[in-house]
């Protein structure tokens, strides 16, 4: 058995990490791992510090069944109490030859000089065994071959806090994420897996699926990695994994179905523009895509990106996509009492139906199960705003292009297909409009005169411009532009109409 140990870092490893607001007048958010009391964490003389939040795209606000624990649709990440990032220390490189025969009986340390013939056995599951069974002490496997494994070390970094990201419910991961549903042919997806918001049966997502390392000092810098420690603090990349020695005699990999970044080209909230998506590493290097998700073959290494998130950030974990929003980008976009002031304006304008004259009135932000009897309704290729009404029903269309009527799993007065709009004559879907009930998906904090096609989530104009730009991973190679809200994919032209209303005839 040769082992050889390094104390090289294998990789620059910022890390992150989550923490409660001190705000009193708002809940608590659920604490990370190695948690502790809300007077720990918030002294009353130092306001906490937050690094960023993290929000699952197409949940409007909550998850289907509500926000719980650690599992909910968005999170926020504040600086610890006390630091719990690690950084690459010592590397091990364990062979395995082929001889029987170990002089030690049974090994007591691990043999470097002086044991030249091992047994395979004893000498390097006993190896493996003490560097992947230590809970006090993180290390990454790369197993190489049957008779070849690199085990690299890490060791406490005072500097960075981590966060993990991933769809098992262990302590360990701060942040569980579970899939989202879309849909590709015009309805709304529902926010979640299945009626809980829980796993789905065939989950794409990694238990560990990732890691973010956030600097303790300014400027705050997160940066973002692919897996997660696991109970025992282990990332284990089995025979199968893509992996790699690097020019400089280390060690990088990929996970199964990749961790997926996108930054966006110019400032998000100022100059929205996607970017370009890219995959990261376990050690954070950033590379082009590879031919499909889960292809042995990694993509060339991209040197002059880096995986350091900033303000607008969307992260792909195969199953879902989350957004990465800084304190200063949030500053821009609304908050739920100011979207509820929105609507408000909204319903003090008495927007009329133009064919029925009734009075139409968006629903309170928490009334998002039901279609209220009140509420407005859009044809989506002219976007004139009316109330409900059960005629102009294309029968020869019907089910070609239709659309769920929900905001979130509730029932609708009746099926819709394609209809005619009675001040235009144009035909097209005709669906109820709701509010984005998440204000960090909000390019800003302007008025909601537009909706995206086909679901009905009404936001700013900039809000439905930047977002219907931007191609969301979709299934092993697909990219679709989809509304953040629900996670449905764009359909028409732009992706989006300008609502039309009417004001009261008196």
């Not at 204000?439 to 909706?451: I, N």
């Not at 969301?472 to 697909?478: I, M, R």
Request: include cysteine; charged fraction near 20%.
């Amino acid at each position: 058995m040769v082992l050889e140990g390094s104390s090289e870092a294998l990789c620059p490893p910022p890390s992150l990490e989550l923490r409660p607001s001190c705000n009193k007048n708002q809940p608590s958010p659920p604490l990370g791992s190695g948690s502790q009391s809300h007077d720990a964490l918030c002294p009353e003389d130092k306001a906490p510090i937050k690094y960023g939040e993290l929000i699952v795209l197409g949940h409007n606000g909550s998850l289907a069944s509500g926000d719980k624990g650690r599992r909910r649709s968005r999170l926020a990440l504040y600086k610890r109490p006390k630091s719990n990032g690690v950084k690459p220390d010592v590397i091990h490189n364990v062979s395995t030859p082929l001889v029987s025969k170990c002089p030690l009986d049974p090994p007591t340390k691990f043999c470097k000089s002086h044991c030249i013939t091992l047994q395979p056995t004893e000498c390097f599951a006993n190896l493996l065994h003490k560097a992947l069974s230590n809970k006090s002490q993180h290390s990454i496997s790369y197993t190489l071959s049957r008779s070849h494994s690199v085990i690299v070390e890490y060791t406490h970094d005072p500097n960075t806090d981590m966060f993990q990201i991933g769809r098992s419910t262990e302590s360990m991961i701060d942040f569980v994420v579970t899939d989202t549903a879309s849909s590709g042919g015009g309805g709304q997806g529902q926010g979640g897996a299945n009626g809980e918001g829980g796993q789905s049966a065939q989950s794409t997502i990694s238990r560990y699926a990732c890691r973010i390392m956030c600097e303790r000092s300014a400027p705050y810098t997160a940066r973002i990695y692919a897996a997660g420690f696991d109970s025992s603090k282990n990332i284990f990349l089995g025979e199968r994994a893509a992996k790699w020695r690097t020019s400089d005699g280390l060690m990088d990999g990929l996970t199964t179905n990749g961790v997926l970044v996108m930054h966006p080209a110019g400032e998000f909230v100022s100059e929205p523009a996607p970017g370009v998506w890219r995959e990261i590493s376990v050690c954070g290097n950033v590379f082009a895509l590879r031919e499909t998700r889960s292809a042995q073959q990694r993509g060339k290494l991209v040197e002059n990106e880096s995986n350091m998130l900033q303000d607008g950030s969307l992260i792909d974990l195969c199953g879902a996509t989350l957004l990465w929003r800084t304190p200063s980008g949030l500053r821009h976009t609304p908050t739920l009492k100011q979207l509820e002031s929105l609507r408000q304006e909204l319903n003090a304008a008495r927007p009329q139906c133009p064919v029925g004259f009734n009075t139409l009135a968006f629903p309170s932000l928490a009334q998002r199960a039901t279609i209220d009897k009140k509420q407005p309704w859009v044809y989506m290729n002219c976007g004139h705003v009316h109330g409900y009404h059960n005629w102009g029903f294309r029968k020869e269309k019907a089910g070609s292009s239709a659309v769920a009527l929900t905001g979130g799993g509730g029932t609708a007065p009746a099926t819709t297909g394609e209809r005619e709009c009675p001040m235009c004559r144009g035909v097209g879907p005709y669906v109820p409009l709701w509010l984005g009930c998440e204000g960090g998906l909000y390019l800003d904090a302007g008025p909601p005169t537009h909706a995206f096609c086909p679901c009905g989530h009404v936001c700013s104009e900039k809000t439905v411009q930047g977002w219907s730009q931007i191609p969301l991973p979709h299934g092993t190679h697909a990219f679709h532009a989809a509304c953040p809200f629900c996670g449905t994919w764009l359909t028409g032209e732009q992706g989006h109409i300008k609502l039309i209303f009417q004001g009261p005839v008196d």
